[in-house]
Nanobody
Framework: QVQLVESGGGLVQAGGSLRLSCAAS????????MGWFRQAPGKDREFVGA????????MYADSVKGRFTISRDFAKNIIALQMNSLKPEDTAVYYC?????????????????WGQGTQVTVSS
């Protein structure tokens, strides 16, 4: 089975940095695409970025390009989201997700497995 657990959320000042981690269960296939999404109050779930298991290719939403970086540690089964130059608009619950088809997709429906989410709050 695939189980995902996010951690690392918290409160940070605008301009600061935060690193989120997603711990995937040991048997999560390495070819799965791992993605990050976020959902702010009153808004739809939004794609943040993803990393493809086959070649490590990444894709990011325009709103976070140049500020956020996704990495994957296969030995530790951890997918990290490094967030720099944070803005109040980044405030949301952040979710880790897995796409079993191994493709880079932005739609939440492409991801079959989800973590419980971790809150990120950026103050001005």
């Amino acid at each position: 089975q695939v189980q995902l657990v996010e951690s690392g959320g918290g409160l940070v000042q605008a301009g600061g940095s935060l690193r989120l981690s997603c711990a995937a269960s040991r048997r999560t296939p390495s070819l799965y695409t791992m993605g990050w999404f976020r959902q702010a109050p009153g808004k739809d779930r939004e794609f943040v970025g993803a990393i493809r298991g086959s070649d490590g290719s990444t894709m990011y939403a325009d709103s976070v390009k140049g500020r956020f970086t996704i990495s994957r540690d296969f030995a530790k089964n951890i997918i990290a989201l490094q967030m720099n130059s944070l803005k109040p608009e980044d405030t949301a619950v952040y979710y880790c997700a897995a796409n079993p088809f191994g493709t880079l997709r932005t739609g939440p429906s492409s991801y079959a497995y989800w973590g419980q989410g971790t809150q990120v709050t950026v103050s001005s």
